[in-house]
C-alpha cells in the first residue's frame, strides 16, 4: 500500500496457509507470523515466517515447540516477541513463549495468568 499515491498491490503469497495466525511488526520492519490453522486439512501449525515489505519476500523462521492456533503476538523490542493463549492439540495453551530473535524459549508455566 502507498499512501501518498493511493494504490494497493498484491503483495507476495505467504509460504504457508497460516489461518488464525498470530503476527507482529518486529522493531526491524518484519512482520513475524507464528503458529495458525490450515484448512484444509483441519490441523494447527507450527510454522513460522517474516515477512518483508521492503523486499516483498517471505522467510521461514524458526519453528514454533507446538502447534498452535488462534494465540496473540507482540513485539517486545530488540526483535523480542511474546506469544500467549490460543489453542493446542490437547485444548488451551497454558504457556507463554518469548521471541528470542533466533529461537522460542519457555516464559515458564503459568506466566500466561501472572
Excluded: C
Excluded at 32 to 51: C, H, S, T, W
Excluded at 87 to 107: C, H, M, Q, R, Y
Amino acid at each position: 500500500m502507498d499512501p501518498a499515491a493511493g494504490t494497493v498491490r498484491a503483495a507476495a503469497r505467504p509460504p504457508a496457509s497460516f489461518g488464525a495466525a498470530a503476527f507482529t511488526r518486529l522493531d526491524d520492519g518484519r512482520v513475524l507470523v507464528a503458529g495458525g490453522r490450515k484448512i484444509p486439512p483441519d490441523m494447527l501449525l507450527n510454522e513460522v515466517a517474516f515477512y518483508q515489505s521492503s523486499g516483498d519476500a517471505w522467510s521461514g523462521g524458526p519453528t514454533l515447540p507446538a502447534r498452535r492456533g488462534a494465540a496473540l503476538l507482540a513485539s517486545l523490542g530488540s526483535g523480542r516477541a511474546v506469544l500467549t493463549g490460543g489453542v493446542t492439540e490437547s485444548g488451551p495453551a497454558g504457556d507463554t513463549l518469548i521471541f528470542t530473535g533466533n529461537g522460542w524459549k519457555s516464559a515458564g508455566p503459568g506466566a500466561a495468568h501472572a
